[in-house]
């Protein structure tokens, strides 16, 4: 494993920018790359990637230098696995929502002594035995990203003690979902998700973790970043590119 650069600038206090990528094809992850962005979020909760096909869109960062971060579904100890053994730099977690949930995570992605990672040296990660198996370990518990969501009421209430768990890289703060289980469904600009934005940085800052959240515009980047989120994900694939295309229709048009 390469080291890993997202980690390293996160550690040193400087903002990063991703993007969510949700359409399969390792394409979207090249031109994520040469665009600009720090990393990317390949989307195994939210639309159709399969296994295949994210191997190879970690494998496409990998060529660019660009990290990929892989969020898996709710029930995640499967995916994380296969994310990991396919390379990728660090995972993301949705649903957290306690210091036990926490834990359970960072076992599934750490080896031991710091977790309980299933093992395998036959897999792109561990560079199919070419590496020993205790210089993989090694370097995997070091670089690998721990990215927890915090999305419900629950996370938000025990969000000092799941920040306090030892191996979280990234707590992030995901505004739909939260907006949703806090009753304001949609309203991600409410008081109530703003306040629980608020008290991540805070606890981010007092157990030394990157805060992480989701900016659906530039405008909510730059805002983010302003608050002190250093974990930007900034909209999704499909979002962008239906920005972009409907832009030009319009310019093409005359309508704007």
């Given amino acids: 494993m390469k080291k890993n650069v997202l980690k390293e600038k996160l550690r040193m206090g400087k903002p990063c920018v991703g993007l969510f990528a949700t359409i399969p094809s390792p394409s979207i992850v ?98 199919y035995t070419s590496i020993s198996p205790r210089e993989h370990f090694a370097v995997s518990n070091r670089e690998t990203m721990v990215v927890l969501q915090i999305e419900g009421v629950e996370g938000v209430e025990n969000m000092e003690a799941i920040a306090s768990v030892k191996g979280v890289d990234v707590l992030f703060v995901g505004p739909y979902d939260l907006s949703q289980a806090l009753g304001v469904p949609g309203d991600v600009d409410n008081e109530k998700v703003l306040a629980a934005l608020k008290k991540l940085v805070q606890t981010c800052l007092q157990n030394n973790v990157s805060a992480g959240s989701f900016a659906p515009t530039v405008e909510k980047a730059r805002q983010l970043m302003s608050q002190g989120v250093k974990y930007v994900a900034y909209s999704v694939d499909t979002g962008i590119i239906y920005k972009s295309f409907k832009q030009a229709v319009d310019d093409i048009a005359g309508k704007s």
């Fill in 30 to 127: 090249e031109l994520a790359a040469v665009a600009g962005f720090d990393f990317v979020i390949i989307d195994l909760e939210h639309g159709v990637i399969d296994y295949e096909t994210m191997e190879n869109m970690v494998r496409a960062a990998d060529v660019h230098g660009l990290t990929a971060v892989v969020r898996v579904p709710e029930s995640f100890e499967e995916a994380v696995l296969k994310a990991l053994e396919a390379g990728a730099h660090g995972v993301e977690i949705p649903h957290i929502g306690s210091a036990a949930e926490a834990e359970k995570a960072v076992k599934a992605v750490k080896y031991a002594p710091e977790g309980m990672r299933g093992v395998s040296p036959y897999t792109r990660a561990a560079w």
